[in-house]
């Protein structure tokens, strides 16, 4: 079964400009999650996605929104991009998306805001 | 509010043991996991305690106590490919929704 694959791979942009990353789970995963990864924060959660509905989102400023599709693939949106904005990208997918479960995740998208 | 505290850094021998504990404080809590991630790398599944006591899986163990709101992960017989970062994270119900809390990592640094 392939895993969590996620692209671009790496990306920069510069201030105010807006970026979308996609996400594609495991076959038939239907649950997927996103987080921002920095030094200094750690894994900070974003939003989940389960059957197309936004399940859960976390603290993060409206710039920051997703979706989800029917065939489980997901995307993230930022816009207007602040310098802070640069940060590693995961995405999570699991099964249902029930606490027990196990999340598996991506490489992530490197993103540098210049 | 919510949190997950644990140590920053680690340092141990090769071949030795070492633990790593995580503390937290959650409205609710449905159970503690246990993730790895390789420099470069993306987080990794180690082990997941919803109940008090010890889970052991090869090397590794992880332990919950509910009442002391603490975890920890146990690493025996420690190998140089071991040397990576280790988060705790716990989903909480929050409010109506339930949200996954991640530790900000324990980096392990293992000496020959």
């Known amino acids: 079964k392939a895993g969590v694959t996620q692209t671009p791979r790496y990306l920069i942009k510069t201030r105010g400009q807006q970026v979308t990353l996609s996400c594609s789970p495991i076959s038939g995963h239907r649950s997927v999650s996103w987080y921002q990864q920095t030094p200094g924060q750690g894994l900070q959660f974003l939003f989940e996605?389960?059957?197309?509905?936004?399940?859960n989102k976390g603290n993060f400023p409206g710039r920051f929104s997703g979706r989800q599709f029917s065939n489980s693939r997901s995307e993230m949106n930022v816009s207007t991009l602040e310098l802070g904005d640069s940060a590693l990208y995961l995405c999570a997918s699991s099964s249902a998306g029930t606490y027990q479960e196990t999340q598996y995740f991506g490489p992530g998208t490197r993103l540098l805001v210049l | 509010g919510q949190s997950l505290e644990q140590p920053s850094e680690v340092t141990a021998v090769e071949g030795a043991i070492v633990q790593i504990n995580c503390t937290y404080q959650t409205s609710g809590f449905y159970g503690l996991s246990w993730y790895q991630q390789h420099d470069g790398g993306a987080p990794t599944f180690l082990s997941y305690n919803a109940l008090d006591g010890l889970e052991e899986t090869g090397r590794f163990s992880s332990f919950l106590s509910r009442s002391d709101s603490y975890g920890y992960l146990l690493l025996q017989e420690l190998q140089m490919k071991d040397s990576a970062s280790y988060f705790c994270?716990?989903?909480?119900?929050?409010?109506?929704?339930?949200?996954?809390?991640f530790g900000k990592g324990t980096r392990l640094h293992i000496l020959p």
């Open positions: 996605y389960f059957s197309e509905t936004q399940r």
């Open positions: 994270a716990v989903r909480s119900p929050m409010n109506r929704d339930d949200k996954i809390i």
